[in-house]
């Protein structure tokens, strides 16, 4: 049953375009906080936020709000949705990391 709906028409397209948007939004990210992401590692689906720094609390504060990541090596966020994910849900995902991200920024005086 898997393969029929992987092979269904339609379906690889879908998986394509969610993973632009995933894409985008990621590099969106990478774009409005240099001092924090790297790199953008991965493609298609299988992506992940190089950080500057350990990822570990920031994933801690996204699972908080409901998001479970992954960590790949010291510095390396993960994100590894399932086939199915839309792109709403993507763009709902990578709003909760711009907002975790925006409170780690240290403002001047702080």
């Known amino acids: 049953a898997v393969l029929d709906v992987m092979t269904g028409a339609g379906f690889l397209e879908q998986v394509r375009r969610v993973a632009g948007t995933m894409t985008q939004g990621l590099e969106s990210l990478k774009g409005r906080y240099p001092e ?57 995902a990578i709003d909760i990391i711009d907002q975790q991200l925006a409170s780690m920024i240290t403002q001047p005086g702080d």
């Open 36 to 92: 924090l992401v790297l790199e953008i590692t991965g493609r298609g689906l299988l992506r992940g936020l190089r950080m500057k720094d350990d990822p570990m609390p920031l994933r801690a504060s996204l699972a908080d709000r409901g998001l479970q990541l992954g960590t790949a090596g010291n510095n390396v966020l993960r994100l590894a949705p399932p086939l199915i994910v839309t792109d709403g849900e993507v763009r709902q």
